[in-house]
């Protein structure tokens, strides 16, 4: 009888370690919200996705080392990993990739309500928050800069060019594409994404 308690017991204690191991997930990623009107016309300015000294720049920022005030890596992590629970993992491509630099830059400046993500706009100057930024995309989209006109993130010798041709035609977004010359085009151009 002894046995089947000590037995019972180990089933119901691993059962709660799986549940408690879940807990650490961050579940199915979700797109964030849209950014309010005042944010949506906010962009990084030109050049600084590319610039190390503005990335550096934004290392101090991040890591306290500008004003011991404002520490994102005490929550973030110095190396992205979170070291607060709850804290926005930027090591994850695929979750940070839904963000725009709009969105991303809204969230820093007015923070994430009912979490620990304060609002960081009476600490931190316009320029500091971008800086901030271009540094932590690092952690999960190095080499990657948020393309305004195409809305999406581009490796950053793609800034500011044409998207592909192909792009729009497999997209979807724009069913007319379809019809159009460009979906007979050959993929050559076809964004890496597709092809994996
Ligand atoms: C006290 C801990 C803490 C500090 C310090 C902190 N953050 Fe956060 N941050 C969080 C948490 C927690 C979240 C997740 C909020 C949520 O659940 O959406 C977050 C989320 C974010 C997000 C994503 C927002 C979203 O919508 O998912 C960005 C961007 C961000 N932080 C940037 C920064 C920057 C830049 C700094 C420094 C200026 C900073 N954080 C400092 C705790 C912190």
Known sequence: MKITNLTVLAIIGSFGLILAGC??????IQPPP??????ADKH???GWWADEKII????EIFEGVKNIDVNCSSCHGKDGKP???????????ERMKLYSDSVWFWRISEGVPNTKMKSWKSKLPEEDRWKAMAYERNFGLKGMGYDVARKEWVPLTELGKPAPAAASATDGATPAASDSKAAAAPAKNA???NGK
């Open 191 to 193: 964004p890496k994404k």
């Open 23 to 28: 807990g650490e997930e961050e579940g199915p």
């Open 83 to 93: 070291v607060k629970a709850g804290a926005r993992d930027f090591r994850k491509t």
């Open 56 to 59: 550096a720049e934004g290392k």
């Open 44 to 46: 990084m300015p030109a």
């Open 34 to 39: 849209p950014a309010p009107p005042e944010y």
